[in-house]
């Protein structure tokens, strides 16, 4: 198996993409913006036919600047909203994320209208293609990998500080805007690598599954981080492993369908638990 190079790619890139999704979810939850990388997910793809519209060329660094723009602003319009209107947040976000993919999917049915070479497989970003990628692309995944996690190691007790205690940071002095710079920004660039795996509608799964299942596990803020992150490599490695057995079968939803069954298994576990210290106590 490992002597394919496809199924290496494969296999490294959904680890990386696990890894990714699930550092950035867990302060993207703990911050309660869980929403935020849904709209963003759905937000990024008018950002990737534009991009290939003027560059004329499925580069993978072209359409992430592209998606890096789109997801940019559609954050910004989300905060922007929620400053000058009277909505709650979700309603902002569901707004905002519907537009931005309703102008994704009018691009892409007009690219489809004058077909040509280049812009084949652009239409895996709504459902995620991981056999597409390339090394060029496992480059661009270590490359973002690796600037998340330093984020985080130089950011760590700030993000988890503005999640708990908000006010007491900004009264501190530090700055709630430099803070949610950098969140959008780690999250957008997770979907925005992530979408070509699992696409615009599955990437947000990778984002808040993981961290919701080891939140029914754990309350404790450090395990909680390492639990997050094994369950998000584990289920995008093994999700990737089972569309591997037979032709055609989809990595993205089966990586969801295992994220699901270790949902359940959390919530079961939960429960268990739960009962056993309701008969301690009776």
């Not at 089972?242 to 989809?250: C, D, G, Q, R, Y």
């Amino acid at each position: 198996m490992f002597s394919d190079p496809t199924l290496v790619r494969v296999f490294l890139g959904t680890f990386l993409i696990g890894l990714i999704a699930a550092v950035v979810g867990f302060f993207t939850f703990l911050q309660k913006k869980a929403l935020i990388g849904d709209a963003v997910s759905h937000a990024i793809l008018p950002g990737v036919i534009l991009a290939y519209a003027f560059s004329g060329v499925r580069e993978t660094w072209i359409l992430l600047i592209g998606a890096f723009v789109s997801g940019w602003l559609a954050t910004q319009q989300i905060s922007w909203l929620e400053r000058t209107t009277k909505l709650k947040s979700d309603t902002v976000i569901a707004v905002v994320m519907s537009t931005f993919f309703a102008l994704g999917l009018c691009g892409l049915s007009w690219l489809q209208l004058n077909p040509d070479d280049g812009q084949a497989g652009l239409s895996d970003f709504l459902f995620g293609k991981i056999a597409a990628i390339s090394m060029v692309d496992i480059y661009f995944l270590m490359g973002i990998a690796i600037f998340i996690l330093l984020v985080v190691a130089l950011r760590f007790r700030y993000f988890v500080s503005f999640a708990f205690n908000r006010e007491f940071m900004i009264g501190k002095g530090f700055s709630e805007k430099r803070n949610s710079f950098l969140l959008n920004t780690m999250i957008i660039l997770a979907v925005a690598m992530g979408i070509q795996a699992l696409g615009v509608v599955l990437m947000s799964a990778l984002l808040i599954v993981p961290v919701a299942s080891a939140r029914m596990l754990t309350n404790k803020i450090n395990l909680l981080f390492v639990v997050a992150i094994g369950i998000g490599c584990f289920s995008a490695v093994f999700g990737a492993y089972i569309s591997t057995l037979k032709e055609n079968m989809p990595t993205g939803p089966w990586i969801i369908m295992v994220l699901t069954m270790i949902t359940s298994f959390a919530a079961l576990t939960r429960w268990i638990v739960s009962k056993n210290k309701q008969v301690k106590h009776g």
